[in-house]
Protein backbone atom coordinates (compact mmCIF):
# COMPACT_ATOMS: atom_id res chain seq x y z
CA UNK A 1 0.00 0.00 0.00
CA UNK A 2 1.16 3.76 -1.11
CA UNK A 3 2.59 6.06 1.61
CA UNK A 4 -0.14 9.13 2.55
CA UNK A 5 0.72 12.03 1.58
CA UNK A 6 1.78 14.67 4.41
CA UNK A 7 -1.48 16.29 5.60
CA UNK A 8 -0.85 19.88 4.52
CA UNK A 9 -1.02 17.78 0.62
CA UNK A 10 -4.03 16.07 1.34
CA UNK A 11 -5.68 18.98 2.99
CA UNK A 12 -5.16 21.01 -0.25
CA UNK A 13 -5.61 17.90 -2.58
CA UNK A 14 -9.04 17.51 -0.91
CA UNK A 15 -9.96 21.12 -0.98
CA UNK A 16 -9.34 20.70 -5.12
CA UNK A 17 -11.46 18.22 -5.07
CA UNK A 18 -14.05 18.88 -2.83
CA UNK A 19 -14.45 22.46 -4.81
CA UNK A 20 -15.71 20.59 -7.64
CA UNK A 21 -17.58 17.64 -5.73
CA UNK A 22 -19.21 18.62 -2.31
CA UNK A 23 -22.12 20.01 -1.79
CA UNK A 24 -22.19 23.66 0.27
CA UNK A 25 -22.61 22.29 3.40
CA UNK A 26 -19.66 19.70 3.23
CA UNK A 27 -17.14 22.71 1.86
CA UNK A 28 -15.21 22.98 4.67
CA UNK A 29 -14.69 19.17 5.20
CA UNK A 30 -10.94 18.37 6.18
CA UNK A 31 -10.19 22.03 5.00
CA UNK A 32 -9.25 24.31 8.05
CA UNK A 33 -11.70 27.33 8.25
CA UNK A 34 -11.66 30.87 10.11
CA UNK A 35 -14.35 29.56 12.73
CA UNK A 36 -11.68 26.78 13.98
CA UNK A 37 -9.38 29.95 14.72
CA UNK A 38 -7.39 32.02 15.75
CA UNK A 39 -4.63 29.58 15.37
CA UNK A 40 -1.48 29.43 16.78
CA UNK A 41 1.22 31.10 15.22
CA UNK A 42 3.51 29.48 12.59
CA UNK A 43 6.28 30.55 10.45
CA UNK A 44 7.81 28.37 7.87
CA UNK A 45 11.52 28.22 7.85
CA UNK A 46 13.39 29.95 5.29
CA UNK A 47 14.35 27.52 2.93
CA UNK A 48 17.98 28.77 1.92
CA UNK A 49 18.00 26.01 -1.34
CA UNK A 50 15.13 27.78 -3.08
CA UNK A 51 15.67 31.52 -3.55
CA UNK A 52 14.30 31.88 -7.46
CA UNK A 53 15.86 33.65 -10.20
CA UNK A 54 15.75 37.15 -9.26
CA UNK A 55 17.43 38.57 -12.66
CA UNK A 56 15.29 40.52 -14.75
CA UNK A 57 14.28 39.55 -18.36
CA UNK A 58 16.40 41.20 -21.22
CA UNK A 59 15.41 43.21 -23.29
CA UNK A 60 16.74 40.56 -25.96
CA UNK A 61 14.22 38.01 -24.15
CA UNK A 62 11.52 36.97 -27.23
CA UNK A 63 8.87 37.83 -24.63
CA UNK A 64 9.34 41.26 -24.29
CA UNK A 65 10.55 42.26 -27.66
CA UNK A 66 7.71 44.19 -30.14
CA UNK A 67 6.29 41.77 -32.78
CA UNK A 68 3.94 44.18 -34.23
CA UNK A 69 5.31 46.37 -37.42
CA UNK A 70 4.10 50.27 -37.65
CA UNK A 71 0.91 51.12 -35.94
CA UNK A 72 -0.17 47.44 -35.06
CA UNK A 73 -2.30 47.02 -31.40
CA UNK A 74 0.17 45.22 -28.74
CA UNK A 75 0.12 45.06 -25.37
CA UNK A 76 -3.15 44.52 -25.29
CA UNK A 77 -5.38 44.18 -21.87
CA UNK A 78 -8.97 43.54 -20.53
CA UNK A 79 -10.28 45.57 -17.55
CA UNK A 80 -13.42 45.67 -15.77
CA UNK A 81 -15.75 48.54 -15.12
CA UNK A 82 -18.15 48.63 -12.39
CA UNK A 83 -20.27 45.79 -12.86
CA UNK A 84 -20.57 42.50 -15.13
CA UNK A 85 -21.92 44.49 -18.34
CA UNK A 86 -19.04 46.63 -19.28
CA UNK A 87 -15.24 46.29 -19.58
CA UNK A 88 -12.29 48.03 -20.85
CA UNK A 89 -10.39 46.84 -23.90
CA UNK A 90 -6.56 48.66 -23.93
CA UNK A 91 -3.62 48.46 -26.23
CA UNK A 92 -0.71 49.93 -28.04
CA UNK A 93 -0.14 51.79 -31.23
CA UNK A 94 3.62 52.83 -32.59
CA UNK A 95 6.82 52.97 -30.70
CA UNK A 96 8.58 54.90 -27.74
CA UNK A 97 10.77 57.08 -28.38
CA UNK A 98 13.52 57.57 -25.77
CA UNK A 99 16.46 59.89 -25.76
CA UNK A 100 17.62 63.68 -26.23
CA UNK A 101 15.34 64.85 -28.82
CA UNK A 102 12.06 62.84 -28.80
CA UNK A 103 8.90 63.96 -30.98
CA UNK A 104 5.93 62.43 -29.42
CA UNK A 105 3.40 60.62 -31.42
CA UNK A 106 -0.48 62.38 -32.35
CA UNK A 107 -3.01 60.19 -30.52
CA UNK A 108 -5.35 61.46 -33.12
CA UNK A 109 -3.53 60.02 -35.82
CA UNK A 110 -4.60 56.85 -35.16
CA UNK A 111 -8.82 55.33 -34.09
CA UNK A 112 -9.25 53.36 -31.03
CA UNK A 113 -11.60 50.79 -32.86
CA UNK A 114 -12.77 47.61 -30.78
CA UNK A 115 -14.84 45.14 -32.49
CA UNK A 116 -16.50 42.02 -30.44
CA UNK A 117 -19.54 39.83 -30.54
CA UNK A 118 -20.25 36.49 -29.49
CA UNK A 119 -19.23 34.65 -32.43
CA UNK A 120 -15.40 34.40 -32.81
CA UNK A 121 -16.10 34.56 -36.79
CA UNK A 122 -19.25 37.54 -36.50
CA UNK A 123 -18.00 40.08 -34.09
CA UNK A 124 -21.34 42.41 -34.88
CA UNK A 125 -20.82 45.06 -32.81
CA UNK A 126 -18.32 47.70 -32.81
CA UNK A 127 -17.19 50.43 -29.93
CA UNK A 128 -14.87 53.38 -29.75
CA UNK A 129 -12.81 55.12 -26.88
CA UNK A 130 -10.11 57.43 -26.58
CA UNK A 131 -6.20 57.12 -27.01
CA UNK A 132 -3.32 59.36 -24.66
CA UNK A 133 0.44 59.26 -25.17
CA UNK A 134 2.36 60.45 -21.83
CA UNK A 135 6.31 61.82 -21.11
CA UNK A 136 8.68 61.35 -18.92
CA UNK A 137 10.84 63.76 -18.70
CA UNK A 138 13.55 65.09 -16.68
CA UNK A 139 15.12 68.34 -15.86
CA UNK A 140 18.79 67.51 -15.73
CA UNK A 141 21.49 67.19 -17.97
CA UNK A 142 22.51 63.55 -19.35
CA UNK A 143 19.13 62.03 -18.25
CA UNK A 144 17.07 60.63 -21.28
CA UNK A 145 13.44 60.97 -21.61
CA UNK A 146 10.68 59.01 -22.83
CA UNK A 147 7.66 59.72 -24.79
CA UNK A 148 5.08 56.46 -24.79
CA UNK A 149 3.34 54.89 -28.00
CA UNK A 150 -0.31 55.51 -28.41
CA UNK A 151 -2.75 54.22 -25.88
CA UNK A 152 -5.98 53.23 -26.65
CA UNK A 153 -8.47 52.79 -24.38
CA UNK A 154 -12.22 51.54 -25.49
CA UNK A 155 -15.23 50.83 -22.78
CA UNK A 156 -17.66 48.22 -24.11
CA UNK A 157 -21.08 48.58 -22.92
CA UNK A 158 -24.08 46.11 -22.51
CA UNK A 159 -22.29 43.15 -22.05
CA UNK A 160 -24.07 39.65 -20.93
CA UNK A 161 -22.86 38.18 -17.63
CA UNK A 162 -20.39 35.18 -17.98
CA UNK A 163 -20.26 35.25 -21.45
CA UNK A 164 -17.25 34.42 -23.82
CA UNK A 165 -16.66 37.47 -26.26
CA UNK A 166 -14.43 37.70 -29.04
CA UNK A 167 -12.65 40.93 -30.42
CA UNK A 168 -10.34 42.64 -32.19
CA UNK A 169 -8.93 46.19 -30.99
CA UNK A 170 -6.71 48.74 -33.15
CA UNK A 171 -7.43 51.07 -36.06
CA UNK A 172 -9.55 49.13 -38.97
CA UNK A 173 -7.56 51.68 -41.64
CA UNK A 174 -4.36 50.66 -40.44
CA UNK A 175 -3.97 47.25 -38.57
CA UNK A 176 -6.57 45.10 -36.32
CA UNK A 177 -4.76 43.01 -33.91
CA UNK A 178 -5.20 38.70 -33.94
CA UNK A 179 -8.94 37.58 -32.34
CA UNK A 180 -9.14 37.82 -28.51
CA UNK A 181 -11.36 36.97 -26.20
CA UNK A 182 -12.95 37.53 -22.78
CA UNK A 183 -14.85 36.28 -20.34
CA UNK A 184 -17.49 38.57 -18.80
CA UNK A 185 -17.94 38.38 -14.82
CA UNK A 186 -21.15 36.43 -13.57
CA UNK A 187 -24.13 38.41 -13.00
CA UNK A 188 -24.06 40.72 -9.29
CA UNK A 189 -25.75 38.52 -7.33
CA UNK A 190 -25.67 36.43 -3.70
CA UNK A 191 -25.50 33.25 -5.57
CA UNK A 192 -23.10 34.03 -8.29
CA UNK A 193 -19.45 34.43 -8.06
CA UNK A 194 -16.17 34.22 -10.26
CA UNK A 195 -14.64 30.73 -9.95
CA UNK A 196 -11.08 32.09 -9.26
CA UNK A 197 -9.55 35.44 -8.66
CA UNK A 198 -6.06 35.34 -8.86
CA UNK A 199 -4.16 37.86 -6.32
CA UNK A 200 -0.62 38.64 -6.65
CA UNK A 201 1.93 41.38 -5.87
CA UNK A 202 4.62 43.20 -6.43
CA UNK A 203 5.59 40.79 -9.73
CA UNK A 204 8.08 42.93 -11.84
CA UNK A 205 9.57 41.14 -14.92
CA UNK A 206 12.08 38.71 -13.32
CA UNK A 207 12.80 35.07 -14.02
CA UNK A 208 10.75 34.46 -11.28
CA UNK A 209 8.12 36.30 -12.64
CA UNK A 210 7.60 34.00 -15.54
CA UNK A 211 7.25 31.33 -13.02
CA UNK A 212 4.72 33.13 -11.10
CA UNK A 213 2.93 33.34 -14.35
CA UNK A 214 3.09 30.23 -15.07
CA UNK A 215 1.56 29.07 -11.95
CA UNK A 216 -1.33 32.05 -12.45
CA UNK A 217 -2.45 30.14 -15.64
CA UNK A 218 -2.56 26.77 -14.27
CA UNK A 219 -4.82 28.27 -12.24
CA UNK A 220 -7.05 28.91 -15.16
CA UNK A 221 -8.35 32.66 -12.99
CA UNK A 222 -11.69 34.64 -14.53
CA UNK A 223 -9.73 37.75 -12.73
CA UNK A 224 -6.03 38.87 -11.71
CA UNK A 225 -5.75 41.43 -9.01
CA UNK A 226 -2.20 43.14 -8.96
CA UNK A 227 -2.12 44.54 -5.85
CA UNK A 228 0.63 47.34 -6.78
CA UNK A 229 4.28 47.17 -7.92
CA UNK A 230 4.04 46.15 -11.73
CA UNK A 231 7.24 46.55 -13.57
CA UNK A 232 9.82 48.12 -11.23
CA UNK A 233 11.01 50.35 -14.28
CA UNK A 234 12.73 53.07 -11.51
CA UNK A 235 14.88 50.20 -10.28
CA UNK A 236 16.59 51.64 -13.56
CA UNK A 237 18.80 54.42 -14.65
CA UNK A 238 17.29 56.37 -18.06
CA UNK A 239 20.17 54.53 -19.70
CA UNK A 240 18.47 51.44 -18.91
CA UNK A 241 21.29 50.71 -16.25
CA UNK A 242 19.45 48.76 -13.51
CA UNK A 243 20.16 47.50 -9.59
CA UNK A 244 18.63 45.52 -7.13
CA UNK A 245 18.15 48.58 -4.68
CA UNK A 246 18.16 52.15 -6.61
CA UNK A 247 19.30 53.81 -3.41
CA UNK A 248 22.63 51.72 -2.75
CA UNK A 249 23.93 51.65 -6.56
CA UNK A 250 23.23 54.90 -7.44
CA UNK A 251 22.99 57.35 -4.41
CA UNK A 252 24.07 60.53 -6.12
CA UNK A 253 21.42 60.63 -9.10
CA UNK A 254 19.74 64.13 -8.63
CA UNK A 255 16.26 62.75 -8.86
CA UNK A 256 14.60 59.13 -8.94
CA UNK A 257 15.19 58.17 -12.46
CA UNK A 258 13.33 55.14 -14.42
CA UNK A 259 14.02 53.39 -17.50
CA UNK A 260 10.11 53.85 -19.31
CA UNK A 261 10.72 51.11 -21.88
CA UNK A 262 10.45 48.93 -18.89
CA UNK A 263 6.69 49.30 -18.99
CA UNK A 264 6.79 47.88 -22.79
CA UNK A 265 8.48 44.98 -21.98
CA UNK A 266 6.09 44.34 -19.21
CA UNK A 267 2.99 44.90 -21.25
CA UNK A 268 4.36 42.18 -24.11
CA UNK A 269 5.12 39.32 -21.86
CA UNK A 270 1.83 39.87 -19.99
CA UNK A 271 -0.52 40.13 -22.93
CA UNK A 272 -1.00 36.03 -23.74
CA UNK A 273 -2.85 36.30 -19.71
CA UNK A 274 -4.34 39.95 -19.31
CA UNK A 275 -5.43 39.96 -23.22
CA UNK A 276 -7.87 37.31 -22.03
CA UNK A 277 -8.44 37.39 -18.12
CA UNK A 278 -9.07 40.67 -16.75
CA UNK A 279 -6.60 42.53 -14.71
CA UNK A 280 -7.65 45.48 -12.05
CA UNK A 281 -4.15 47.34 -10.52
CA UNK A 282 -3.79 49.25 -7.68
CA UNK A 283 -1.06 51.34 -6.95
CA UNK A 284 2.23 51.13 -5.54
CA UNK A 285 5.07 52.61 -4.28
CA UNK A 286 7.25 51.71 -7.55
CA UNK A 287 5.12 53.82 -9.37
CA UNK A 288 5.51 57.18 -8.13
CA UNK A 289 8.16 57.72 -10.86
CA UNK A 290 8.78 61.44 -9.99
CA UNK A 291 9.64 63.50 -13.50
CA UNK A 292 9.88 67.27 -13.83
CA UNK A 293 7.38 69.41 -12.81
CA UNK A 294 6.55 66.78 -9.35
CA UNK A 295 4.63 64.92 -11.51
CA UNK A 296 4.26 61.48 -10.53
CA UNK A 297 2.16 58.23 -10.94
CA UNK A 298 2.03 58.97 -14.87
CA UNK A 299 2.72 55.38 -16.74
CA UNK A 300 0.60 53.95 -14.11
CA UNK A 301 -2.26 56.59 -14.65
CA UNK A 302 -1.28 56.16 -18.49
CA UNK A 303 -1.76 52.66 -19.13
CA UNK A 304 -4.55 51.10 -17.38
CA UNK A 305 -7.78 51.76 -17.56
CA UNK A 306 -9.93 51.96 -14.35
CA UNK A 307 -13.73 52.34 -13.78
CA UNK A 308 -12.79 55.29 -11.49
CA UNK A 309 -15.83 57.38 -12.94
CA UNK A 310 -17.89 54.48 -13.01
CA UNK A 311 -17.25 53.84 -9.35
CA UNK A 312 -17.80 57.76 -8.42
CA UNK A 313 -14.06 58.55 -8.02
CA UNK A 314 -12.32 61.08 -9.10
CA UNK A 315 -8.95 59.36 -8.85
CA UNK A 316 -7.10 56.66 -10.91
CA UNK A 317 -5.85 55.78 -7.11
CA UNK A 318 -8.94 54.50 -5.45
CA UNK A 319 -12.28 53.02 -7.26
CA UNK A 320 -14.32 50.14 -6.44
CA UNK A 321 -16.12 47.39 -8.86
CA UNK A 322 -18.23 44.35 -8.24
CA UNK A 323 -17.15 40.63 -9.82
CA UNK A 324 -20.84 38.64 -8.92
CA UNK A 325 -21.50 38.97 -5.34
CA UNK A 326 -17.94 40.33 -4.24
CA UNK A 327 -17.57 44.06 -3.58
CA UNK A 328 -13.47 45.26 -4.44
CA UNK A 329 -12.61 47.63 -2.67
CA UNK A 330 -9.26 49.06 -4.55
CA UNK A 331 -7.80 51.79 -2.22
CA UNK A 332 -4.87 54.74 -2.41
CA UNK A 333 -1.79 54.21 -0.13
CA UNK A 334 -0.19 57.04 -1.91
CA UNK A 335 -2.72 59.34 -1.94
CA UNK A 336 -4.43 61.07 1.19
CA UNK A 337 -6.24 59.37 2.96
CA UNK A 338 -7.59 61.32 6.19
CA UNK A 339 -10.69 61.51 7.05
CA UNK A 340 -11.19 65.06 5.43
CA UNK A 341 -9.95 63.92 2.18
CA UNK A 342 -11.47 63.11 -0.99
CA UNK A 343 -10.86 59.30 -1.14
CA UNK A 344 -12.22 59.15 2.44
CA UNK A 345 -15.28 60.53 1.54
CA UNK A 346 -15.55 58.56 -1.91
CA UNK A 347 -14.81 55.82 0.55
CA UNK A 348 -17.85 56.60 3.16
CA UNK A 349 -20.68 57.08 -0.06
CA UNK A 350 -19.21 53.82 -1.74
CA UNK A 351 -19.61 51.56 1.23
CA UNK A 352 -22.93 53.49 2.19
CA UNK A 353 -24.20 51.54 -1.30
CA UNK A 354 -22.95 48.23 -0.79
CA UNK A 355 -25.72 45.79 -0.31
CA UNK A 356 -24.70 42.77 1.20
CA UNK A 357 -27.86 40.94 0.18
CA UNK A 358 -26.74 41.28 -3.28
CA UNK A 359 -22.91 41.62 -2.65
CA UNK A 360 -22.29 39.58 0.58
CA UNK A 361 -18.53 39.90 0.10
CA UNK A 362 -16.78 43.06 0.35
CA UNK A 363 -12.67 42.70 -0.03
CA UNK A 364 -10.73 45.63 -0.08
CA UNK A 365 -6.88 45.92 -1.52
CA UNK A 366 -4.19 48.89 -1.29
CA UNK A 367 -0.59 48.14 -1.52
CA UNK A 368 1.35 48.78 1.54
CA UNK A 369 0.06 45.78 4.61
CA UNK A 370 -1.07 46.97 7.92
CA UNK A 371 -1.02 43.41 9.37
CA UNK A 372 2.52 42.62 8.47
CA UNK A 373 5.52 40.84 11.02
CA UNK A 374 8.23 41.32 8.82
CA UNK A 375 10.89 43.65 9.75
CA UNK A 376 10.91 45.46 6.00
CA UNK A 377 8.16 47.87 5.85
CA UNK A 378 7.54 47.35 9.73
CA UNK A 379 3.88 49.33 10.66
CA UNK A 380 4.71 51.90 7.92
CA UNK A 381 1.25 52.05 7.24
CA UNK A 382 0.22 53.28 10.55
CA UNK A 383 -1.40 56.58 9.57
CA UNK A 384 -3.60 55.07 6.58
CA UNK A 385 -4.42 52.57 9.38
CA UNK A 386 -5.45 54.69 11.87
CA UNK A 387 -7.36 56.77 9.33
CA UNK A 388 -9.49 53.89 7.69
CA UNK A 389 -9.30 51.02 9.93
CA UNK A 390 -12.69 51.56 12.21
CA UNK A 391 -14.29 52.30 8.73
CA UNK A 392 -13.66 49.14 7.43
CA UNK A 393 -14.22 47.19 10.40
CA UNK A 394 -17.59 48.83 11.08
CA UNK A 395 -19.01 48.11 6.89
CA UNK A 396 -17.66 43.96 7.90
CA UNK A 397 -14.94 43.88 5.07
CA UNK A 398 -14.29 40.20 4.94
CA UNK A 399 -10.70 39.99 3.40
CA UNK A 400 -7.58 42.59 3.07
CA UNK A 401 -5.48 41.95 0.27
CA UNK A 402 -1.86 43.95 0.14
CA UNK A 403 1.59 43.50 -1.39
CA UNK A 404 4.73 45.54 -0.72
CA UNK A 405 6.63 43.56 1.61
CA UNK A 406 7.87 40.96 -0.25
CA UNK A 407 7.24 37.46 1.18
CA UNK A 408 3.70 35.30 2.33
CA UNK A 409 1.87 35.85 5.56
CA UNK A 410 -1.70 35.69 6.51
CA UNK A 411 -3.30 36.90 9.85
CA UNK A 412 -6.13 35.59 12.05
CA UNK A 413 -8.95 37.87 11.94
CA UNK A 414 -8.19 40.86 13.91
CA UNK A 415 -9.07 44.86 14.43
CA UNK A 416 -6.53 47.36 15.89
CA UNK A 417 -3.92 44.43 16.67
CA UNK A 418 -6.67 42.44 18.85
CA UNK A 419 -7.86 39.35 17.69
CA UNK A 420 -11.57 39.68 16.45
CA UNK A 421 -13.48 37.39 14.95
CA UNK A 422 -15.69 40.14 13.17
CA UNK A 423 -12.25 41.55 11.96
CA UNK A 424 -11.35 40.77 8.53
CA UNK A 425 -8.40 38.40 7.28
CA UNK A 426 -5.15 40.44 6.04
CA UNK A 427 -3.26 38.30 3.37
CA UNK A 428 -0.22 39.88 2.29
CA UNK A 429 0.71 38.51 -1.05
CA UNK A 430 4.22 40.81 -1.89
CA UNK A 431 6.11 37.48 -3.53
CA UNK A 432 5.34 37.85 -7.25
CA UNK A 433 8.81 37.77 -7.95
CA UNK A 434 10.51 41.03 -8.54
CA UNK A 435 14.33 41.35 -8.35
CA UNK A 436 14.36 43.23 -4.78
CA UNK A 437 14.96 41.04 -1.94
CA UNK A 438 13.08 38.64 -0.13
CA UNK A 439 11.77 39.52 3.06
CA UNK A 440 13.01 37.34 5.13
CA UNK A 441 13.80 38.65 8.75
CA UNK A 442 10.80 39.53 11.39
CA UNK A 443 10.63 42.48 13.59
CA UNK A 444 9.74 40.03 16.74
CA UNK A 445 13.19 38.26 16.07
CA UNK A 446 16.16 39.54 18.75
CA UNK A 447 17.76 42.38 17.26
CA UNK A 448 14.96 42.84 14.45
CA UNK A 449 13.08 45.79 15.70
CA UNK A 450 13.03 48.76 13.93
CA UNK A 451 13.64 52.56 15.18
CA UNK A 452 10.45 53.57 15.26
CA UNK A 453 12.03 57.03 13.91
CA UNK A 454 12.70 55.06 10.69
CA UNK A 455 9.24 53.19 9.88
CA UNK A 456 7.50 55.98 8.20
CA UNK A 457 6.31 56.11 4.79
CA UNK A 458 8.87 59.26 3.30
CA UNK A 459 6.40 59.47 0.65
CA UNK A 460 3.44 60.14 2.65
CA UNK A 461 4.85 61.49 5.68
CA UNK A 462 3.44 61.53 9.13
CA UNK A 463 4.20 59.48 12.29
CA UNK A 464 1.75 57.40 13.66
CA UNK A 465 3.13 54.35 15.21
CA UNK A 466 3.95 54.40 18.96
CA UNK A 467 4.36 51.93 21.23
CA UNK A 468 1.59 49.00 21.92
CA UNK A 469 -0.96 50.29 24.96
CA UNK A 470 -2.18 46.87 25.39
CA UNK A 471 -2.30 43.05 25.33
CA UNK A 472 1.47 40.99 25.52
CA UNK A 473 3.63 44.03 23.67
CA UNK A 474 2.12 47.03 26.07
CA UNK A 475 5.06 49.33 26.05
CA UNK A 476 6.80 48.22 23.32
CA UNK A 477 7.09 49.10 19.39
CA UNK A 478 7.30 45.34 18.30
CA UNK A 479 6.48 42.01 20.10
CA UNK A 480 9.26 39.73 21.46
CA UNK A 481 7.54 36.44 19.54
CA UNK A 482 5.43 35.99 16.56
CA UNK A 483 2.44 38.34 17.11
CA UNK A 484 -1.00 36.56 17.84
CA UNK A 485 -2.87 37.91 15.15
CA UNK A 486 -0.11 36.27 12.42
CA UNK A 487 -1.73 32.98 11.90
CA UNK A 488 0.79 31.93 8.55
CA UNK A 489 3.82 33.17 7.47
CA UNK A 490 6.60 32.37 4.88
CA UNK A 491 8.87 33.83 2.79
CA UNK A 492 8.65 31.84 -0.76
CA UNK A 493 8.00 33.29 -3.70
CA UNK A 494 4.32 32.58 -5.58
CA UNK A 495 0.30 33.95 -5.88
CA UNK A 496 -2.97 33.32 -4.60
CA UNK A 497 -6.81 31.98 -5.37
CA UNK A 498 -9.40 33.25 -4.08
CA UNK A 499 -12.84 31.14 -4.85
CA UNK A 500 -16.13 32.09 -3.57
CA UNK A 501 -18.42 29.43 -2.76
CA UNK A 502 -21.12 30.71 -1.24
CA UNK A 503 -22.38 33.85 0.87
CA UNK A 504 -20.32 32.76 3.91
CA UNK A 505 -17.72 30.30 2.24
CA UNK A 506 -14.31 31.51 0.22
CA UNK A 507 -11.60 29.08 -0.41
CA UNK A 508 -7.95 30.79 0.13
CA UNK A 509 -5.47 29.35 -1.56
CA UNK A 510 -1.48 30.45 -1.82
CA UNK A 511 0.75 28.87 -4.12
CA UNK A 512 4.42 28.68 -4.07
CA UNK A 513 6.43 28.73 -7.24
CA UNK A 514 8.82 26.13 -6.35
CA UNK A 515 5.84 23.85 -5.84
CA UNK A 516 3.84 21.23 -8.21
CA UNK A 517 1.19 23.12 -10.07
CA UNK A 518 -1.10 21.17 -8.59
CA UNK A 519 0.15 22.03 -4.60
CA UNK A 520 -0.62 25.03 -2.39
CA UNK A 521 1.50 26.23 0.65
CA UNK A 522 -1.33 27.51 2.80
CA UNK A 523 -5.36 26.60 2.40
CA UNK A 524 -8.22 28.21 4.05
CA UNK A 525 -11.67 28.21 4.61
CA UNK A 526 -12.52 31.73 5.13
CA UNK A 527 -15.74 31.83 6.72
CA UNK A 528 -18.05 35.33 7.17
CA UNK A 529 -20.94 35.31 10.12
CA UNK A 530 -23.15 37.87 9.08
CA UNK A 531 -25.44 36.84 11.93
CA UNK A 532 -22.74 37.38 14.65
CA UNK A 533 -20.71 40.27 12.90
CA UNK A 534 -23.76 43.09 12.13
CA UNK A 535 -22.97 46.08 9.72
CA UNK A 536 -22.46 49.55 10.46
CA UNK A 537 -24.36 51.18 13.20
CA UNK A 538 -24.64 47.48 15.13
CA UNK A 539 -21.51 47.37 15.72
CA UNK A 540 -19.05 48.73 18.15
CA UNK A 541 -16.07 50.43 17.13
Not at 90 to 113: A, C, H, K, R
Not at 338 to 343: G, V
Amino acid sequence: MGAMPPPALLGVSLALLCSVLCPLPLLAGGIPTTLDGPFPPVTVPLDKSFRGNAVDLPDTDRRVQRTVAGFGPEQVSVSLSSNCDSVWISWITGEFQIGDNITPLDPNSVESVVYYGVLRSGRSHQATGYSLIYNQLYPFEGLKNYTSGIIHHVRLKGLKPNTLYYYQCGDPSIAMSDVCYFRTMPVTGPRSYPSRVAVVGDLGLTYNTTSTADHMLSNHPDLVLLVGDVTYANLYLTNGTGADCYSCSFPQTPIYETYQPRWDYWGRFMQPLVSKVPIMVIEGNHEIEEQAENRTFVAYSSRFAFPSKESGSSSTFYYSFNAGGIHFLMLGAYISYNKSSDQYRWLEKDLSKVDREVTPWLVATWHPPWYSTYTAHYREEECMRVAMEDLLYSYGVDVVFNGHVHAYERSNRVYNYTLDPCGPVHITVGDGGNREKMAITHADEPGNCPDPSTTPDTYMGGFCAFNFTSGPATGKFCWDRQPEYSAYRESSFGHGIFEVKNETHALWTWHRNQDLYNKAGDVIYIVRQPDKCPIKAKRNV
